[in-house]
Nanobody, 124 residues
Framework: VQLQAFGGGLVQTGGSLRLSCAAS????????MGWFRQAPGKEREFVAR????????YYADSVKGRFTISRDNTKNTVYLQMNSLKPEDTAVYCC??????????????????WGQGTQVTVSS
């Protein structure tokens, strides 16, 4: 599966953005999907995850209540709605497909397919 994330940009504190991750391949709907982010000088960190059918979602504590992950399997797309953005949300955001049944879903190495990131910058 090939992934491409888009929708990033520059937004003021308190603003909103919606990221999209478009996937190619008929097997998209069989994968749980995750969003990760990486700020300059920091390690890649887990943001959110959604299971293959969209019935279960998980969030990092830092974004819980502000971000919402969703998916539309008819469009091969997963979304990340980001509200109440803060400067500390500034990072490159990447989507990824879970290709392994072992290991923690919080860790990047669980995900075998990655899209190019999209930059999100939140100004104070």
């Amino acid at each position: 599966v090939q992934l491409q994330a888009f929708g990033g940009g520059l937004v003021q504190t308190g603003g909103s953005l919606r990221l999209s991750c478009a996937a190619s391949g008929r097997t998209f709907r069989s994968y749980s999907m995750g969003w990760f982010r990486q700020a300059p000088g920091k390690e890649r960190e887990f943001v959110a995850r959604i299971n293959w059918i969209g019935g279960s979602t998980y969030y990092a504590d830092s974004v819980k209540g502000r971000f919402t992950i969703s998916r539309d399997n008819t469009k091969n797309t997963v979304y990340l709605q980001m509200n109440s953005l803060k400067p500390e949300d500034t990072a490159v955001y990447c989507c990824a497909a879970d290709s392994s049944s072992s290991g923690s879903y919080l860790l990047p190495n669980r995900y075998g397919y990655w899209g190019q990131g999209t930059q999100v910058t939140v100004s104070s």
